[in-house]
């Protein structure tokens, strides 16, 4: 008889993978029961894009080890691509699942395009210079939307740079018929919202298995080498750019697909949603959850999300109480004294987890 | 200490005067360096290094703080690019490479400060080791593709072996970073020997050992030596290991050869002892 | 031809403002190692301590500017101690995670004590010199900004290589163990690096509310990452290079929004800093100081 001898992490994946599909089996009932009130309806597809953005950049910071501001970026990318891919395909398609998933992909691929332009430059960077040329970068990309006009008709995608200014959608030229997809700063409007919270369920689990079964593999395990110790991985023969570009982008890719997934949630949305605090945000919920510990970044990105909802007399403090938590969880887990202090109080710590 | 004289192979020298044990004269040596050098703004860290190593030899790399030592080992790693001078790898020059290509053909090392994964289990440092040798890519990992399997289940089964040369196998889940100070230092040869090298390079291993660790350590060098038919080349202040199981030794002082031999051409050579103890006051 | 000069004016004024708040970067990062995110916000405290000081404490301008100064300067060192000290053995990205962390905490705390509502800033001198017949106005807060850039440029310079405490900032910045052996007390130095840092942002704070008049929670913070830039670009840990940096930067977004456009000069400003740091990842006046192995 074979023995039955799961590894730790095994089980911990196993665990991860059993809670989410648990709770989306839960909240799918009741949603359908019409037990859920309709505010926390809305929040439900927002919510798995929160985590899937989550866990994707705890694979650049917790992971890889290196902080990445700009990850807003590329949910940007991503939720602009799927846009134009979705709307361009009204009447082209009309399975609106069918569009959802190639708006996905679509918001995936662009973003992972966006991650491998930025990463080749800037993973050469060391620590703080890579922290801010993605924030700059995350700017950049805000920026540069703004200037963005994007049109369809039979003829095709019409597309205008508007770097002054000066132009307007009457300069797309569009056909009788044709849509505006996005007006500049006006962002896209007239989005079919066709995202559903099974599509969310389904790209949770998909980044789940992405990240975990990445870092269980061999790839995986030269991420967490760069990140443990860049010298000595170098000594046994990894390729630090590749390593860290696989990481990056893969982790970009992931976000790209919330996007569009977060995008196609909401009849308009502007590029400024997806602005720093966005990014910091997902920071938050990655430094909550645990760096490294991926269903940490699940259940900390539902509940930051959720807790303006449940707290409402709490919103205007919401914020700095965030900053101050974040400030003791970094001292808690980083100061010896702290840690010693830690330690003493809980007799069999499992130590940092760095397996999720 | 001269229990391992046995063990020693007796120098000879090649038709370039360079010298190693009589049992590598047939074979072309794992190392050359020749004149190898390195300025930082000016300063010559390291000047006109020249060192042949054969296949299997255990060469000691000695000299006062300071010397240059380090240094050598990061050239011959490309840690540092040499400002002068080349160096041969089984034959290949090395010219141009970087750390991870010279690693692929068969250079490992450790470090005088242990920079393990510390992190990352016993075993996964292994297999970091053996990063080059486990064939499958990024997407046979997500998908778990039936070589993802295969691989994984050799790369275990080649990590417990080589644990097995330190009894380590039972500290394989454990992190490298809550070991001992004493199994760190042993994790890291493991590590480097998992990148299936031919010439492995030993940055002070016994550093921090009592003498029992120390001369289980050199049980383990030479054990290492005979079962894998590699060279190793170590830098160590432990005269005991050094004089005990190295056949050539090269002495370094402000970043010059100063003195190359036998364990007992060193131990006699007056230019080694000033270099150690300084001169002696004249009159 | 005047109309370049104009541009290229308040661009030596806007990059004269960058330049003093990349000092407070660049000497933090040359002795604590570390990216102080949440030196932006010191800028904003300093904007809205010393307009309070002068519209309902009535204050005079130059009591108002000292009053910002000593608050910002407390401010500094309260955080460092509380914040950063316990870190100081600490990876990189745990130190940079809390520095972001004490950012959010001072514009959340600005939001809460003076609401999200822009308050309009009185500048501390108005009026304009008029050059070729008015045809080229330059205001005296340019000038005024100008010359306290170069004056405390100097300053520092000759406090970080004459006096005591500032060779000891020196010292620490090339090797904090072996300042620490000389008897310098490395905890206190660094606490004197913020302090200094923080005080001139104090003044950056006044001297840029005064050129763009609105003050918010967040005035500090695109400031800030701009002024980081300059330091990055400049060369990191380099007094003369922040300064170099900063006026560059400064002419360049000043150019950008005038020849290129409104909307993009940010993207131009950070196409600049990856631009730098691919070319020169040192900077243009620093080092490159490999990992020792």
Known sequence: MKKFNLKKTTKVDFATYLGVIVTFIVLFVMQNGGMLSYSMSGMLVPICCFIVMAVSLNLTVGILGELSLGHAGFVSVGAFSGIIASQSLIGVIESASLRLAIALVAGAIFAAIAGVLVGIPVLRLRGDYLAIVTLAFGEIIKDLINCLLVGIDSKGLHVLFNAKGLLTVEDLHLEEGGRVIIKGAQGATGIQTISTFTAGFILIMITLVVVLNLTRSRSGRAIMALRDNRIAAESVGINVTKYKLMAFVTSAALAGAAGALYGLNFSAVISSTFNFNISIEILLMVVFGGLGNIWGSVIAAAVIRLLPELLREFNDYRMLFYAIILILVMIATNNPTFKNMLGKLIPKKKGAEIDG | ?283 | MLEFLSYLISGISLGSVYAIIALGYTMVYGIAKMLNFAHGDVIMVGGYVSLLAMTSLGLPTWAAILLAMVVCTVLGVIIEGLAYKPLRSAPSLAVLITAIGVSYFLQNSALLIWGANPKVYSPIIEGTFKLFDGKLPISYISMLTVSVCIVIMIGLTIFTSKSKMGKAMRACSEDKAAAQLMGINVNKTISLTFAIGSALAAIAGVLLCSSYPTLMPTTGSMPGIKAFTAAVFGGIGSIPGAFLGGILLGIIESLAKAYISTQLANTVVFAVLIIVLLVRPAGLLGKYVPEKV
């Not at chain 2, 690019?81 to 090395?94: A, E, M, R, Y």
């Not at chain 2, 390079?201 to 120390?214: I, K, R, Y």
């Open chain 2, 1 to 283: 200490m001269d229990r391992f004289a046995h063990r020693r192979g007796k120098l000879v020298p090649l038709p370039s005067d360079a010298l190693v044990p009589e049992r590598d004269i047939n074979s072309s040596p794992i190392l050359e360096a020749r004149h190898l050098g390195i300025e930082f703004g000016g300063l010559k860290a390291v000047d006109d290094f020249n060192l042949t190593i054969g296949r299997t030899e255990i060469a000691g790399l000695i000299g006062p703080n300071g010397a240059g030592k380090t240094t050598v080992f990061n050239l011959l790693t490309k840690v540092y690019q040499p400002t002068k001078g080349t160096v041969l790898i089984d034959g290949i020059d090395t010219h141009g490479m970087n750390t991870v290509q010279v690693s692929k053909i068969g250079v490992a090392r450790t470090f005088q400060n242990i920079r393990l994964f510390s992190n990352l289990t016993v075993e996964e440092n292994v297999k970091l080791g053996m990063h080059n040798q486990i064939k499958y890519g990024m997407f046979s990992g997500i998908l778990r593709a039936p070589n993802y399997w295969k691989e994984e289940k050799r790369a275990h089964e080649k990590a417990m072996e080589l644990l097995q040369i330190f009894d380590m196998e039972n500290l394989a889940n454990h992190k490298a970073g809550s070991l001992p100070y004493g199994a760190q230092r042993r994790l890291e040869i493991v590590r480097a020997l998992g990148t299936n090298p031919g010439l492995l390079l030993l940055d002070e291993p016994a550093a921090g050992m009592n003498p029992s660790e120390t001369a289980e350590l050199m049980e383990n060098i030479l054990k290492i030596r005979d079962t894998f038919k590699i060279a190793i080349m170590l830098i160590e202040h432990d005269m005991n290991l050094v004089m005990g199981i190295c056949e050539g030794i090269c002495v370094l002082n402000f970043g010059k050869v100063i003195a190359k031999g036998s364990p007992e051409d060193i131990q006699s050579n007056p230019v080694v002892i000033e270099a150690y103890l300084g001169k002696k006051k004249e009159g």
